[in-house]
């Protein structure tokens, strides 16, 4: 063949070429390629988070804003419906506490008016108890005061005889 | 002055006083005739190396020491340095990164579909033309047939080597066309039958007139001074980085051109006209 063309050794420089085309594609470029889609997928996915981030936290700050600018007036509802709350709660209470009080009085009430029958009931007793003893003391009281006046007088006067005769 | 300067200084000058004497006061050893030497780096005809019992060119022996030298990297950077990878790339991961992207995104862009199988092939082929190029200014020496000394040069700089990738990237173009048009893909790459001896010739010439320019520069002793810094290492680095370049480009582009989709022809009905008329 002219300018020395070979073909077996085209054939040789072929199958050459062809194990380090096959080595080079296995060892170096398809798992630096895979790496690099591998990183390039971690960095969208990143990438995708943030932006998610980043529009939530936007919206919570609008939200803030929005928030912070009604807080005033918001403040003076709170506060309005708390006083009327209160207001509410103290009738409440106030009604309560009248309706107790008016128990109590009329429990007291009734008490007392039991008690001053029980008192007149038994001072009615008493006092006829007191009177018979009275009597009976003032009955049986002078008859003995008699009956020792009349014994001492006569032991008196047996003194005053003896004392004579002596 | 330091003195290791001052030593430095002293040991350089004492050489080039040496060279320059030898230079001058000893005879110069026959050479061979110009043409001889040149014929032989373009023909390899009397300095074949034996192969496992094949005679072949310095060119292939070339070819086989740069698959084994880019092989073993391959595997050493496989073992060790791609499991290290991190999101934050080293300086050699950003190397190797770069390099892969280069012909990854190089297809990519002369090559809208199919063009996975296009980049594996040109990050080869671009690899091997690059490596097996600057493999020239090491001078690795081997022994021929006839028990002379030879120094292995650029394996693309053989006739065989250039065909063969010359072929091989053309065989790949028309796996294109076919992969994405079937047979109007292998008309469409027949069309440029031209492309195999262009690609195979261009690598061929350009690979062989740097070696034909370095043996010429080498042959005349008044040569040898400064002249082999621009020839030898800058020539060589330069025509590995635009040998690479361009045959890279010329495949992908090729396959880009004959792995694009056709275009369906709309047949326009007479009910079609009519109904366009119509509107």
Not at chain 1, 38 to 59: F, G, I, N, P, V
Not at chain 1, 89 to 110: F, M, N, P
Not at chain 2, 192 to 208: D, K, Q, T, V
Request: aromatic share 10%.
């Amino acid at each position: 063949m002219p300018l020395n063309i070979d073909w077996r050794q085209i054939l040789l420089h072929l199958f050459n070429f062809c194990i380090l085309a096959l080595a080079l594609y296995f060892l170096l470029y398809k798992p630096v390629k895979n790496f690099m889609e591998k990183r390039k997928a971690h960095y969208e996915e990143e990438a995708e988070k943030s932006a998610k981030l980043k529009s939530e936290a936007e919206e919570m700050k609008k939200e803030y804003a929005e928030k912070l600018n009604n807080a005033d007036a918001e403040i003076e509802a709170k506060r309005s419906e708390a006083l009327h709350e209160l207001h509410v709660y103290r009738e409440k209470l106030v009604g309560e506490a009248e309706t107790e009080a008016g128990q109590i009085v009329e429990k007291a009430k009734k008490d007392a008016s039991r008690e001053r029958k029980k008192i007149i009931d038994g001072a009615g007793k008493e006092i006829a108890d007191m009177v018979g003893a009275a009597t009976e003391k003032l009955v049986l009281g002078s008859t003995s005061d008699a009956y020792d006046a009349f014994l001492n007088a006569a032991e008196k006067s047996i003194e005053k005889e003896e004392n004579e005769i002596k | 002055m330091k003195k290791s300067a001052l030593i430095f200084t002293s040991v350089t000058v004492c050489i080039m006083v040496a060279l320059l004497l030898g230079i001058i006061f000893i005879e110069p050893a026959e050479t061979g005739d110009i043409t001889e030497t040149m014929k032989d780096a373009v023909l390899h005809e009397n300095d074949k190396i034996d192969f496992f019992g094949l005679p072949v060119n310095p060119g292939f022996i070339s070819a086989v020491i740069v698959t084994a030298i880019v092989v073993v990297f391959a595997v050493l950077v496989r073992i060790f340095a791609i499991p290290r990878f991190k999101l934050k790339p080293g300086k050699f991961q950003l190397l190797l990164e770069t390099m892969v992207d280069f012909f990854d995104s190089l297809a990519k862009q002369n090559s809208p579909h199919k063009n996975g199988f296009l980049g594996a092939y040109i990050f080869a082929a671009g690899t091997y033309i690059f490596v097996s190029t600057l493999l020239e200014l090491i001078g690795l020496q081997w022994t021929s047939i006839a028990g002379e000394s030879v120094t292995l040069g650029a394996p693309l700089a053989d006739i065989n080597g250039a065909i063969a990738l010359g072929v091989l990237s053309y065989l790949v173009i028309m796996s294109g066309g076919i992969a994405t048009n079937g047979f109007v893909g292998v008309g469409r790459t027949l069309k440029e039958f031209s492309l195999p001896i262009s690609m195979s010739f261009r690598l061929f010439g350009a690979l062989l007139s740097g070696l034909l320019v370095t043996e010429l520069v080498y042959h005349f002793i008044a040569l040898s001074f400064v002249l082999p810094v621009i020839v030898g290492v800058l020539f060589t680095l330069l025509h590995a980085v635009i040998q690479t370049y361009v045959l890279v480009m010329l495949t992908s582009l090729f396959y880009g051109e004959v792995s694009e989709p056709r275009k369906k022809k709309i047949k326009k009905s007479k009910r079609g006209l009519n109904a366009a008329a119509a509107k």
